[in-house]
């Protein structure tokens, strides 16, 4: 075994023992666990990060930049309009944008010819979005990512810019796109199960 092999077999070793904590103490996605779990069993494929997809209100900093921004609200699965609509009621300073962010899933291997494989069972679930993000002797990162989103301002200096129907209107769409983002995940499973060894 030569030192590439050796320092990809620490690093998927590494990141399932990650993996294996973050499910004891529940706070893995619960939607990809069947598929970081297969992913955990395979000889050449490791997930360093994962998420199924969220409803949000984020609170945007002056400079609207998303690092300057704070979670008021953040859901990892679908919500009631009530929740959204409570929350956009109580004290805020600044800009208050509702969101829905698409699933997002970040897988490692040990070479080119391999990252593509993965690649390409991504397309065939129908995944568009994805791309390889580090590129090293012995060490390929690549980035799926979901198309489902949503984004838009809702409160500002205090002051709520809709009616809660459209609110509700919002949450609708961002609730079905969350059911997506699922059907989508369960898709990537299937096909990284015929094509990931």
Do not use: Y
Request: net charge positive; proline share 3%; glycine share 6%.
């Amino acid at each position: 075994m030569n030192s590439e092999e050796t320092r990809f077999g620490m690093t998927k070793k590494r990141h399932a023992e990650t993996f294996e904590k973050a499910v004891k103490e529940k706070k893995a996605d619960e939607a990809f666990i069947p598929l970081c779990s297969f992913v955990a069993k395979t000889k050449n494929f490791f997930t360093s990060s994962c998420c199924s997809g969220r409803i949000l209100l984020l609170e945007l900093q002056k400079d609207e930049k998303k690092l300057g921004s704070n979670f008021h609200r953040k859901w990892h699965r679908q919500v009631k309009p009530e929740e959204a609509w409570n929350a956009l009621q109580e004290n805020t300073s600044g800009e208050i944008w509702f969101k829905m962010e698409p699933l997002i899933l970040h897988l490692g291997t040990n070479n080119l010819e391999n990252a593509n494989i993965a690649l390409g069972a991504m397309k065939r679930a129908g995944v568009k979005r994805g791309g390889i993000i580090v590129a090293k002797p012995g060490k390929f990162l690549f980035e799926i990512e979901g198309t489902q989103r949503i984004s838009v301002p809702v409160k500002s200096n205090g002051k709520i810019l809709l009616e809660k129907k459209f609110l509700d209107f919002l949450v609708k769409r961002a609730n079905e796109k969350m059911k997506k983002n699922g059907k989508a995940i369960k898709r990537l499973e299937k096909e990284f199960r015929k094509a990931l060894k």
